[in-house]
């Protein structure tokens, strides 16, 4: 098969979907690889690293488009991306259709097939393709975070692990996955007060564990009030799997929040799980409102495109190599993972949420 590789042009989204490595095993599988030029760049990797594995390299997102079947891409497509499909590819990236009516709409008009990372399940009904990601935003949300407590950035002024003579910042996770799971940790290691909420008893169990410094309660919506209106900073890390996020924290929540106090929505790709959320990129990554300073980008593991490119890569190499085969739609895990097949919703749970 014919498999392509553009260039990412979401704002400052520096990841590429295969490493030049991934690109060899392919084509030792007797595939072909196209690669768009400087798809690698800000992931560390030139067009000659791609060509040493024996990758043809596309002059353009055109040529790219017009000579492969299999799009192998990070995040959805854009108007840039949309104006090249046709109804014969097959894409591969992540989509996250429940919170955009509009591009699953589009997608369905050119009448491609399109599976979607974030839906892709295991033996177990977890989202392998989800996961690093997950962990990669998750710690992000902590380092980010941390930065805009600080003054000159709007913030409370607050050094989350406090230190002798001074308070402790408080982190509010929402949700125990390897999100919450991985912010919960660091914000543990840094030394603040950390409170995570969910209704998994194992998730809770786990992060109970890991530090007595993170409380571990149950999801009950007046212990959420309490615990966010003494929040210094705010993590959303709730998933419904191929579902528009549930709105846990309300506006009338957020108004109960110190000035100077952050807000990272993880779940912003899904619609968000904070009220007052809206998308963001990293050109324009905050916003205030009711003197909280939120964010709320869509594409957060795009501050680190050489890790999380290694990372989604590695994940998602050996489900890109079953596509290039005949049968693949046969399959438990990547049935989950079509989204949209000859122009058609075909996932219950996205058919749930675009309802």
């Given at each position: 098969m014919k498999i392509g590789v553009p260039k990412e042009i979401k704002t400052l989204e520096g990841r590429v979907g295969l490493i030049p490595a991934a690109c060899a095993d392919l084509i030792k599988q007797g595939n072909d690889v196209w690669v768009q030029t400087g798809a690698g760049v800000l992931s560390g990797y030139t067009d000659d690293d791609y060509r040493a594995q024996g990758v043809h390299i596309a002059v353009d997102a055109a040529s790219l488009y017009g000579q492969t079947q299999l799009i192998v891409k990070v995040k959805e497509p854009l108007k840039g991306d949309l104006q090249h499909l046709r109804k014969d590819h097959?894409?591969?990236?992540?989509?996250?259709?429940?919170?955009?009516?509009?591009?699953?709409?589009q997608l369905c008009q050119i009448g491609l097939t399109a599976v979607a990372f974030e839906t892709v399940t295991d033996q177990h009904g977890h989202l392998p393709l989800l996961a690093p990601m997950s962990d990669i935003a998750g710690r992000l949300s902590i380092q980010i975070g941390t930065h805009l407590l600080h003054g000159p950035q709007g913030g409370r002024g607050i050094m989350l692990g406090g230190l002798t003579l001074a308070d402790r910042g408080r982190v509010v996770v929402l949700g125990a996955g390897r999100a919450g799971g991985a912010a919960a940790r660091l914000a543990s290691d840094l030394g603040a007060r950390v409170t995570v909420f969910d209704k998994n008893p194992a998730r809770l169990e786990a992060l109970h564990q890991y530090s007595p410094n993170i409380a571990a309660l149950y999801a009950y919506h007046h212990t959420i009030a309490e615990a966010v209106s003494k929040a210094d900073l705010l993590i959303g890390a709730v998933l419904l799997p191929g579902l528009h996020a549930p709105r846990i924290v309300t506006r009338d929540m957020v108004k109960t929040m110190q000035p100077g106090s952050v807000i990272i929505d993880i779940s912003v790709d899904q619609g968000g799980c904070v009220e007052t959320t809206r998308a963001t990129d990293y050109a324009n990554p905050t916003y205030v409102e009711y003197g909280v300073v939120h964010f709320g980008v869509t594409n957060?593991?795009?501050?680190?495109?050489?890790?999380?490119?290694?990372?989604?890569?590695?994940?998602?190499?050996?489900?890109?190599?079953?596509?290039?085969?005949?049968?693949?739609?046969?399959?438990?895990?990547?049935?989950?993972?079509?989204?949209?097949?000859?122009?058609?919703?075909?996932?219950?749970?996205?058919e749930q949420a675009l309802a």
């Open positions: 097959l894409m591969f990236c992540y989509l996250h259709l429940a919170a955009n009516v509009e591009l699953a709409k957060m593991p795009g501050a680190v495109p050489r890790t999380s490119s290694q990372a989604l890569s590695a994940v998602i190499s050996p489900y890109v190599q079953r596509l290039a085969k005949p049968g693949w739609a046969l399959e438990k895990d990547l049935q989950d993972g079509i989204n949209i097949r000859d122009g058609k919703i075909d996932n219950p749970l996205i």
